[in-house]
């Protein structure tokens, strides 16, 4: 298991690199975008700007309870980036291996946070295969805390009875477990609320509509120059 905890000790250290790079990368694209200097308005106002964010990424991650696993999935987030009320909602799928028992489990699970330091709240549903016609069903609540990518858990499972066909001990699952997960973004997209786009169609018409006298008024000043002589 030491072996293990050291090999997530170098992956999340590599993910926390490359998550800085990926984050530096996006703003350096944002400066260099038109709509960069309306895009740090909107970020610094809070009067019917709204930005959400969707992205999608990986996670790594270590259970431990009444056994240790080790974690590894997909995450998908839905954020609203606001200065007054911002919130960001999270779906997650992922496996989880416990080598000392070989024991496999599958889970999905939502969670959401509002506000920017507040704890997440969610809930799972698992289950679990000791690969010897042996399986568990479980679903339960799960409160978090997140910060910087990473995301602590700690959750309790409601499992059915252990069903196997061989005589032998039960199925060993936490119950009760806290969950260390760190999550690497893959996919990164914006956009603006409605109200914002529909601002924005409106004034690129506005702009249009000028460019398009001008073009008429240069013509009628030729016409004019060319009946004087």
Known sequence: MRVLLSVLFLLLSF???????????????????????YLQYALQSSSARKLYQHNTGMILGVERGLTSAIELGVEAHWRKISLLKPHIIGATANLAYDFSDHVIGYKAGLWMKRGRVNLTYGANVSYYNNFKKGSRFGIGPAVGFRLMGFHLINGYNF??????IEKERA??????????????PVQNKFTWDRKTMKKKKERRKERAKRKKERENGDKKGFRKLFSFL
């Open 171 to 184: 199925l060993p699952v936490n119950s009760m477990y806290i969950t260390l997960r760190y999550y690497f």
């Open 159 to 164: 499992l059915t009875k252990y069903e196997s």
């Open 15 to 37: 993910s926390i690199n490359a998550q800085y790079a990926f984050n530096s990368t996006f703003l350096n694209n944002v400066t260099a975008t038109p709509d960069s200097k």
